[in-house]
């Protein structure tokens, strides 16, 4: 099992920037994606960007041109910065961690969550 440690949410004023982390520790398999997601109040968790451990990216076209996301594989560590943030930003951003195991078992694992509000 993979356990997703978060860090770097907060409170900024529109057009601020701020910088997410999560690192995985556990049972970590070498080729995995890992990424973010967002919940705001009333909606539903969606994708906001994932890397592969190769690098391949993945944006919502919301936060495209704004938003990068990279990952340091020696650390296991993936980060979200976000720049030119919106008050529509606003939500809980949540790590997950996908990957499939030998037996080709679908593995995913979630972080606890950090609040990012932006205030306009």
């Known amino acids: 099992q993979v356990q997703l440690v978060e860090s770097g949410g907060g409170l900024v004023q529109a057009g601020g920037s701020l910088r997410l982390s999560c690192a995985a520790s556990g049972r970590i398999f070498s080729m995995n994606s890992m990424g973010w997601y967002r919940q705001a109040p009333g909606k539903q968790r969606e994708l906001v960007a994932s890397i592969t451990s190769g690098g391949t990216t993945t944006y919502a076209d919301s936060v495209k041109g704004r938003f990068t996301i990279s990952r340091d594989n020696a650390k296991n560590t993936v980060y979200l910065q976000m720049n030119s943030l919106k008050s529509e930003d606003t939500a809980v951003y949540y790590c997950?961690?996908?990957?499939?195991?030998?037996?080709?078992?679908?593995?995913?694992?979630w972080g606890q969550g950090t609040q990012v509000t932006v205030s306009s």
């Open positions: 997950k961690y996908e990957a499939t195991d030998y037996y080709y078992r679908n593995l995913n694992s």
